[in-house]
């Protein structure tokens, strides 16, 4: 990490420094204030010692970090439009990184003062979105390309759907397991155990599913939250030092031949589908002089694109050898190519075999562009684990007791776990960020209405009001601090 410094102006020094220290606090935030959710049904149900269950909760958190990829942190990147990721500026970095992780962390504080189970993914976000649009507004660039729409509307969509299905599953979950064991101890509540059984803790084979299922929670949400924290630090990184981070300089030979492979294939690829994507490509009729501008890509250059990445590529067996102006170029050649990919890819005169095709090239396309040092993963990952082990009692109550007008039984608390690992497992496995919050949250929720419990209308009242703000406040909260930011600093 000392290698980070080096070079570098003091008061740039002191801006990555700050910056780093708000991408970890805002993950620590993030430890407890959602990993709450994930210990709140095991810590209610008695199944683990609260100290014990955040402790273990914190472990789990941390290998879900180190072990989780980083598909969703570049999800999370993705959001901002090509240009303004290839646009590589300190300034500007700078306003864009402190005005969305201020606006992230004053929403979290906030919903966890109040003990309200509000979705940090929701929250980030909103905050990356905010800054997205206020960048159009302040450079007048249309608001259709301020953000890139298509990924917030993927992601949108599984941020929505995912309560809702939580709701319902876990719903189903319960009625199959009251239908298999109508009159087990596992639809007792904590409560009445202990006053029929004289028992503190659920049965064994209960006990043993709620703290599994529990610490499978804490591992899904450190694979998809973390990854959040690993891709605002490559922003961060990309941002204030480019010239060592544009590109993964650790990079080994046969990786860089991939990227150049995939970019020569990719322009067979072109050339093979001339006839339908010659007009949208502009196939033969750019110079090699068209070359994307500084801060913005066009599907008619990528032609002189790829033979200018090409070249310089051209007998690079190690990223150390390109000149730091150079690796900013080839950044910026690979992510306009692999935008132009994306676009290419939608289009209905493709069939599903070429669409394919196009993926896979991609994927070898972005190999050194898409990554995160060792180190960054093992920063979040501490700082999500430690977090984790504060905070965590406020709502921990919220969850257990006021979400239902009745206790939660061991089989709700069970059903609305294995549905939230489960659910979050299959969203790490498409590279889409979720919300453990609401994900959990309307488990619970859904396990209540499937035991006929009832809902307390003011706390489900209180969740959806959260759900519903969270994001256009985030994005207002980020977009005003952007703004801000961009005129103190004259970016």
Known sequence: MIELFSGLDAWVVISLILALTFVLAFEFINGFHDTANAVATVIYTKAMPPQL????????????????????????????PVELLINVNTGH??????????????????????????????????????????????????LADGVNWQKAIDIGASLVFSPVAGFLAAAVVLLILKKW?????????????????????????????????????SFVHGSNDGQKGIGLIMLVLIDIVPSQFVLDLTSTTYQIERTRDATAHLNQFYQRNSATLGEFLALGKASDSDLPAQSSCNPKQTEPTIHALLGNLEGVADYHTLAPEKRIEVRRYLLCLDDTAKKVSKLPVLDARERA???????????????????????????????????????????????????????????????????????????????????????????????????????????????VLTLPASMALAAGLFWLASKVLGT
């Open 53 to 80: 269950a955040v402790l273990f909760s914190g472990l789990f958190n941390f290998l879900g970090v180190l072990l989780g990829g980083v598909g969703v942190a570049y999800a999370i990147v993705h959001l901002l």
């Open 93 to 142: 970095g700078l306003a864009m990184v402190f005005s969305l992780l201020a606006a992230a962390i004053a929403w979290n504080l906030g919903t966890w003062y109040f003990g309200i189970p509000a979705s940090s993914s929701h929250t980030l976000i909103g905050s990356i979105l905010g800054v997205g649009l206020a960048n159009a507004l302040l450079n007048n660039i249309p």
């Open 181 to 217: 064991r109508p009159a087990s101890k596992m639809h007792k509540t904590p409560d009445q155990r202990k006053k029929l059984d004289d028992k503190k803790h659920p049965p064994f084979w209960n006990r043993l599913v709620l703290v599994i299922s529990a610490m499978a929670v």
């Open 357 to 467: 095709d196009l993926d896979k090239l991609r994927k070898d396309l972005t190999g050194t562009t898409e990554y995160a040092p060792f180190w960054v993963v093992v920063a979040v990952a501490l700082a999500l684990g430690i977090g984790t082990m504060v905070g965590w009692k406020r709502v921990v109550l919220t969850i257990g007791t006021k979400i239902g007008k009745q206790g939660m039984t061991y089989s709700q608390g069970m059903s609305a776990q294995i549905v939230t690992a489960s659910m979050i497992g299959l969203a790490n496995i498409f590279a889409l960020p979720v919300s453990t919050t609401h994900v959990l949250s309307s488990g619970v929720a859904g396990t209540m209405v499937a035991n006929k419990s009832g809902l307390q209308g003011g706390t489900i009242k209180t969740i959806l009001l959260a759900w």
